[in-house]
């Protein structure tokens, strides 16, 4: 088991994506850095997401896309002059006993580097060391490096991403067949906004990913819709709200007789 309670509150990137205000924190909270981390962690997450990417000088460094803010490509740049949070650095920041789930993003050239370059095997000694003293999860839309890091880091838990609107019914079990322990989907997978005669309700395919043996995150569902996940029994959200998460599922506790929208088949989207 990956999650000890159902739902686990995750922090996207932290308190959220992007550059956010935390209650008691003067200034804005910018996305992957130990201060968002650590606001996150304070707002009642019990997990922390980061993105991870490599650089010109084969350093890991937190960031979400392949380029800096100002533009520049971070494999034509070293991490010195991108300013970057080191993962290193921001897992010696956090308390050993926070769970963090790494989110990797692999880069163009992973396709043409030597193997010894590529993010998977430079994140492969990061993540031993760092397994021996704290819960990780291990997540990605790269297959291929995932199944890189199942041979080499077996004793961590793997998951794969999929993309907006991705059907549910091909997540599930195309991470099951890549022998993972987890599957991440999007919010629009899910049928709340777009009801869909195709996917059968939450509950059940909930069910299907547990009998598979995976558990099943949702990212990145609003406070509105916690309950709904929550009582499907999806066993993690990702969010970007994390006070707001916290909240609705506090108050949903206190009242389990509290009626929660649920999605439902209509008619498929365009």
């Not at 990797?104 to 000694?125: C, N, Q, Y």
């Not at 395919?205 to 509105?224: K, R, S």
């Not at 499907?232 to 949903?252: I, K, Q, Y």
């Amino acid at each position: 088991m990956i999650f000890e309670q159902r739902p686990t509150v995750i922090g996207h990137r932290g308190f959220g994506s992007g550059e956010l205000t935390a209650p008691g924190r003067t200034g804005t909270l910018a996305e992957n850095t130990v201060p968002s981390l650590m606001a996150a962690l304070d707002a009642g997450a019990s997990w922390v997401e980061i993105d991870v990417t490599r650089t010109a000088d084969d350093a890991l460094v937190l960031r979400h896309d392949p380029t800096t803010a100002e533009g520049a490509f971070l494999v034509d740049t070293t991490a010195e002059a991108s300013g970057l949070p080191l993962l290193a650095e921001v897992f010696d920041a956090l308390p050993p006993e926070v769970p963090v789930d790494v989110d990797v993003k692999t880069i163009l050239e992973d396709a043409v580097d030597a193997p010894s370059r590529r993010t998977g095997a430079l994140l492969v000694p990061v993540l031993e060391r760092e397994a021996r003293r704290r819960p990780l999860l291990v997540t990605s839309f790269d297959p291929s490096l995932l199944a890189h890091l199942r041979e080499h880091l077996p004793g961590v838990p793997l998951g794969l991403l999929t993309w907006h609107r991705f059907p549910l019914w091909h997540g599930v079990p195309a991470a099951a067949g890549l022998g993972l322990q987890a599957v991440g989907m999007h919010t629009a997978s899910f049928g709340f906004d777009q009801p869909d005669s195709r996917l059968r309700p939450l509950e059940h395919c909930v069910d299907v990913a547990h009998t598979a043996g995976l558990e099943l995150l949702a990212w990145c569902p609003t406070a509105e819709r916690a309950g709904a996940y929550a009582a499907a029994g999806v066993d993690a959200l990702v969010v970007n709200d994390v006070p707001g998460v916290v909240g609705a599922l506090s108050r949903g506790a206190r009242d389990p007789g509290e009626e929660y929208e649920t999605a439902s088949p209509a008619g498929s989207p365009d």
